[in-house]
């Protein structure tokens, strides 16, 4: 369990780090040498984790997805219409 847990928060770090740098720097411009560096962990285990740029940016994707669709869910679950709730 705790394994599981250390690879979680690892995977976190890499998608949280890979985001930020995908940002700044576009695709093309970032290199997974950054992203694990800005994660503070070796190009050896965001293999592990993801095995490529390509992989490791659908899971950005992924995380930005699940995220606007929580923020439409909760948006709509209030008594005021949705786009109020969403513009306040």
Do not use: N, W
């Not at 995908?22 to 050896?44: K, M, N, P, Q």
């Amino acid at each position: 369990m705790v394994k599981q847990e250390r690879a979680a928060r690892t995977r976190e770090a890499l998608v949280r780090a890979a985001a930020h740098e995908f940002e700044h720097t576009g695709y093309e411009g970032t290199s997974l040498t950054r992203v694990a560096g800005a994660a503070g962990i070796s190009v050896g285990a965001l293999t592990f984790h993801f095995s490529s740029k390509a992989g490791l940016a659908q899971a950005v994707r992924t995380r930005g997805d699940a995220a606007v669709r929580a923020c439409v869910a909760e948006a709509g679950a209030g008594t005021e219409p949705a786009l109020d709730s969403v513009v306040a």
